[in-house]
Each structure stands twice: as structure tokens, then as C-alpha cells.
């Protein structure tokens, strides 16, 4: 989906690296999550946002911090990479629902991170 | 904890419809259930959603069972850009995340 746009497409960095993957959205959703995909498995959720000020963590949370600058942007960091840590990492947005569970979440195109 | 069950891989030939199940025994009263497939390594795209009744758009069709233990995508004509990934998901009962499983790869064959 070309509203949700994530920066770089492509990254190799080294262990002991710091890496930041960002993410920006065009849909005014306030909702934003970070997922990663391991080969052959499906997404598992890291951090998810529900505002500005809200930070929540997810399934799989250790060794990734994210930073929300913006209700359009959210980042994923990641403060000294290690290999088990290669993956695809997809972002993804959603509007606020007040309270509904209903939560149609749009998924940017992935940026796909290896970690010698 | 695994919400849903969906059988690893299916077959379907092009121009037919693709009839993909799911089992989601433990769902509760106010959780959707939202289908989504995958491309290659493509993110994501949302196909459809629904609560109790059944769904139609443009895409497909959700039919869930009058128990909503379980329920069916349809694609109608499948074609084979319809290879794909394709996960079946309720939202969590902490009302939080999605919880995305493995899903069935669809392999439309001419």
C-alpha cells in the first residue's frame, strides 16, 4: 500500500550495529505497529502504538525499541544488531476504532534486514 | 497461543473458486475475524472482515458458520495472481494485536 511507506527496502549491517528502519503513513491513521517475519513462519508483533504518547509492547519486544516523532511516523530500532535478528520487518497501520474490536490494519511493503 | 487453524497448503485451477477454511473454536462474541494474504514478501494486503453475518466485496466472499467456530474464504474465479499466502486472524481477547499463524499458501495452477 503506497500510503504506508518504510525506509530502507534493503539493509546488511554487522553485529553490534545500531539500526533504525522508519516508517510514515499517509492514511492519518493513529494506530501504528512494527511486525516481524521469520522464513516460512507468519508475523509476529514487536511494538504497536496507539498514539503519540502511547508506546505498548508486543509479542516479541526484547532487543528493539521504537521511537512515535509523529502521528505519521514510527521507528524501529534496533540498539546492537545480532544475526537471530535477520528477518522482514513490516510496519502497519490502523484508524482508531473507539472502543470496537474492528481493525482493519494496512501493512507497509517491508524492509528486509540481514545481520552478519 | 494459536487463535486459528488453517490447513498448511490447497490447490486450486485457475478460473475456479478457491475455497480456503479456517477453525477459530475459542473466538469471542465481539472478535472479527479478518483474512489477509501475502505475495512473495510482499506485505500483507487486507482481503475482507467480518463478525457474524457474511461478507461480500470485490475480492471475495467470508462465510462464518452460525457458531463462529469457523468460517470460509472464497474466491470466486481464482486466477494466478491469486498465489498467495493467506492467513485468517481474530483479533486477540486483549484487544491489542493480531496473531497471524502460518496461514495456507494458495497455489493457483493454469
Known amino acids: 500500500d503506497a500510503d504506508v511507506t518504510q525506509t530502507p527496502r534493503n539493509r546488511i549491517t554487522k553485529t553490534g550495529k545500531r539500526i533504525m528502519l522508519e516508517c510514515s503513513q499517509t492514511?492519518?491513521?493513529?494506530?501504528m505497529y512494527w511486525y516481524r517475519q521469520d522464513p516460512g513462519l507468519g508475523l509476529r508483533l514487536i511494538y504497536y502504538s496507539f498514539d503519540v504518547k502511547d508506546i505498548n509492547k508486543g509479542e516479541i519486544s526484547d532487543g528493539y525499541s521504537v521511537s512515535r516523532q509523529a502521528q505519521a511516523k514510527f521507528s524501529l530500532s534496533l540498539e546492537s544488531a545480532i544475526p537471530n535478528q535477520t528477518a522482514l520487518y513490516f510496519c502497519?497501520?490502523?484508524?482508531?476504532?473507539?472502543?470496537?474490536?474492528?481493525?482493519?490494519?494496512?501493512f507497509g511493503p517491508g524492509t528486509r534486514l540481514t545481520v552478519l | 497461543d494459536a487463535k486459528t487453524t488453517q490447513p498448511p497448503s490447497m490447490d486450486c485451477a485457475e478460473g475456479r473458486a478457491a475455497n480456503l477454511p479456517c477453525n477459530h473454536s475459542t473466538i469471542s462474541g465481539n472478535e472479527y475475524v479478518y483474512w489477509y494474504r501475502q505475495i512473495h514478501s510482499q506485505g500483507p494486503q487486507y482481503i475482507i472482515h467480518g463478525l457474524k453475518n457474511n461478507e461480500t466485496n470485490e475480492m471475495a466472499s467470508l462465510i462464518i458458520t452460525e457458531d463462529r467456530k469457523s468460517s470460509t474464504l472464497i474466491l470466486p474465479h481464482a486466477t494466478l495472481r491469486d498465489t498467495a499466502v493467506y492467513y485468517c486472524i481474530v483479533r486477540s481477547r486483549t484487544g491489542n494485536q493480531f496473531y497471524f499463524g502460518t496461514g495456507t499458501s494458495l497455489t493457483v495452477i493454469p
Open positions: 502497519a497501520t490502523s484508524p482508531s476504532t473507539s472502543g470496537s474490536m474492528e481493525d482493519t490494519q494496512y
Open positions: 492514511k492519518g491513521h493513529d494506530r
